[in-house]
């Protein structure tokens, strides 16, 4: 009888550990299955969407190649879509309903503000923006993401200049032209970088090429590319440059654009600030800012460490040492005796 008994709670002891509400191991299991389940439509209305986007008709196919999955759980995956209302399948592929765009742009719009934050508010590596972002994407409630946007001043732009879409379903537009159609000579600024592939993403990151620099075409084969950004050459292949997007800006150079980096000043020489590399982001540029590194600031490098890193620069009278990777960030003028209107009333 004892040993019945405890049988008895023991089993009753299992139960409830398999069925409480919330915390028992069943309910979880549901639970999971039900957020698997969840991300990965999610994720298949983002597919579709980015191929809309770039008007390219997606299919079953494609969508097993982006999800990694076979064939038929793709061909399942797109009749649930399609009883729930999210994509209207035909002869030519997949297309989003209206209802399914707006879906999938809450999930793009969390994703895109998502790298935002990392970019702007971390010093999280860029090789890891997206991956986070694409775990981020499920997890986010709509008032947390609203209130993510009003203290990143809503964004428009993620750090790789995708538009990220307001929380009416807008998207703003992006106009320019891959890298590799322009010809030798053209100057243009980088409008967007393409965060996919990992392979060709990370030789841009490799090349610190980022939104907003300027770029100017030096030599142009089929089989490569080399430019001038951020006063250094970079040789890219066609493959690589496509993924940049520019808008030209015309081959006359700006009487006021630096000429070298801060970390390229001699001992003794002055400079004066003309820009802080867009590849300078989060707490490097805040701390940069804080130093008083600001265009129309007047710089003079005074002295060298034996090893030659760090070298200290005279900001507003201050001595600061500086690494040669932080000063490689910083865009400077040497002729300052040309450039008193810039810096008139800024000099400490």
């Not at 090429?209 to 050459?233: C, F, N």
Request: net charge negative.
């Amino acid at each position: 009888m004892p040993s019945t008994l405890i049988l008895l709670i023991l089993g009753v002891i299992v139960l409830l550990a398999l069925m409480w509400p919330r915390d028992g191991l069943l309910w979880k299991w549901l639970q999971g299955r039900e957020a698997a389940e969840r991300i990965s439509i999610e994720d298949a209305l983002k597919h579709f969407y980015n191929f809309e986007y770039s008007r390219l008709s997606a299919t079953v196919a494609s969508l097993a190649g982006v999800l990694q999955i076979g064939r038929d759980d793709a061909a399942r995956l797109a009749a649930q879509l399609e009883s729930l209302g999210l994509v209207n399948r035909d002869a030519e592929g997949i297309r989003l309903t209206a209802e399914g765009r707006s879906y999938a742009l809450r999930v793009i719009r969390i994703h895109r503000l998502w790298e935002r934050f990392l970019a702007d508010r971390t010093g999280v590596r860029e090789s890891q923006w997206h991956h986070q972002a694409d775990r981020k994407e499920h997890e986010m409630t709509p008032e947390q993401v609203e209130q993510l946007s009003a203290e990143l001043g809503n964004p428009v732009f993620d750090p790789h200049g995708d538009p990220i879409p307001t929380s009416e379903g807008e998207v703003p537009t992006i106009q320019g032209l891959p890298l590799s159609a322009l010809e030798p000579g053209a100057t243009a600024r980088i409008v967007h970088v393409e965060d996919e592939p990992d392979t060709v993403y990370a030789q841009l990151v490799a090349a610190r090429l980022y939104p907003g620099m300027t770029v100017r075409v030096l030599q142009k084969s089929r089989d490569r590319l080399r430019i001038e950004a951020d006063l250094q050459e970079h040789v890219l292949a066609p493959i690589v440059a496509a993924n940049l997007t520019v808008q030209p800006i015309g081959d006359a150079l700006d009487a006021r654009a630096p000429d070298r980096r801060l970390s390229s000043l001699p001992i003794g020489h002055e400079a004066l600030v003309v820009d802080i590399s867009p590849a300078c982001r989060s707490i490097e540029r805040r701390r940069l800012l804080d130093l008083g590194v600001v265009p129309g600031t007047r710089v003079r490098a005074e002295l060298q460490s034996a090893g030659g890193d760090p070298t200290a620069y005279r900001i507003r009278g201050a001595m600061i040492a500086l690494r040669r990777d932080q000063a490689d960030l910083i865009y400077v003028r040497s002729r300052v005796e040309d450039s008193t209107e810039v810096w008139k009333g800024t000099h400490a």
